[in-house]
């Protein structure tokens, strides 16, 4: 009897060994399956550097594509898969990793909705670089990446439509051009295609300057209205360092100009070999010239010092022919040429003829 007691308590304790060995061999089993989870989370993490069958160096074990990670719940939240033969990680279906078909790696991150959001690599074919996705999944509404000259350029807006991008050009100055609603540059600032550094106002083509406001090849500033090389109007300095106001006709001639030196003022207008020319001078006085063509002037009208007024015309090889004015007496006197102040001349008739007409107080 004492040893069928004997037996029945050891054969109990035997069924208690045997539940806790049963007890350690599940735990020993869950804490595998967490290693082997916490692995494929760092394969996700470094997916870029490690291929998708990842050493688990901890462990020593191996993980193998494709795999899936769950929740408590059973829902998906990592997974690591080929598709088209090249590897990709996805975290809940919001972050979408791996190699795209160009060979490039790539990484999007989708919204709220599973619309693409944000991308970088080469999203849809485009340039490599950081782009952020609009609203319909697809089109690009600011970017950073290289231009075709692996410079970095920065775009905000589509291609198509408004927007700017500044980058770095050929002569290796920045840049920054806006657009038109059309997709059309409007303003660039920068050198725009070899001008010098400033603002250029650009026409409806796109292309041709309007108006800007640049320096020159000496860094003087100079401000432009109108298509360069054509008709337009330049305010800007001279090589002495004086404002001028230039007017250009449709074949890039002058037309006006305004030049002030501070003590001195002219006014240059032309049109068709015809010339006129305004100075006011303080010392001098103030001169108005009509020419025509390469000769002397035509006529002349000035005002010296003293304040007496002189007219002056000439003939068409600018020979002085008539001189009025105020004589320093007070008092008129006009002379005819071309023989100014000499002896009077002699009619066929004998008559002597007067070359001066003096006034009488």
Known sequence: ???????????????????????????????????????????????????????????????????????????????????????????A??????????????????????????????????????RVIGADGVTSEASLTLDARNAGLLEIGRDQGGGAFIGVGASGTGYANIRNGDGKVGASIGKWYGAGMGLSLIGVDGQTVQGSLVLDSANRGRLSVGVPNAARGVLGLNADGNPTFT?????????????????????????????????????????????????????????????????????????????????????GIVRAGPRLGGVSGVSNAGLVLPNSIVGQK
Request: aromatic share 4%.
């Open 93 to 130: 279906e919001s972050v979408v990793a791996g190699t795209g078909a160009s060979g490039a790696g790539f990484m999007i991150v989708r919204t709220a909705t599973g619309q693409d959001g944000a991308s970088i690599g080469q999203h849809r074919g485009n340039k490599m670089g950081v």
């Open 247 to 331: 007017l250009f006709n449709a074949a890039n001639q002058p037309g006006a100009a305004l030049l002030t030196t501070g003590a001195k003022s002219e006014v240059f207008v032309q049109s068709k070999g015809q010339t006129a020319r305004v100075i006011a001078d303080d010392g001098d006085g103030s001169l108005v010239s009509l020419f025509r063509g390469s000769g002397g002037p035509a006529a002349r009208l000035s005002a010296g010092p003293g304040g007496n007024g002189e007219l002056t015309l000439g003939d068409a090889a600018g020979q002085t022919m008539v001189q009025a004015g105020v004589a320093t007496g007070g008092f």
């Open 1 to 91: 009897m004492t040893d069928l007691t004997t037996m029945d308590r050891r054969l109990d304790e035997l069924s208690y060994e045997i539940a806790r060995l049963r007890d350690r061999v599940a735990a020993a089993e869950r804490r595998s399956t967490l290693s082997r989870a916490v692995a494929a989370a760092c394969g996700v993490a470094a997916f870029a550097t490690l291929p998708f069958a990842t050493q688990a160096q901890s462990s020593g074990s191996t993980v193998k594509a494709p795999f899936q990670v769950v929740d408590a719940a059973g829902k998906v939240v990592m997974k690591a898969e080929m598709r088209d033969g090249r590897p990709q990680v996805s975290i």
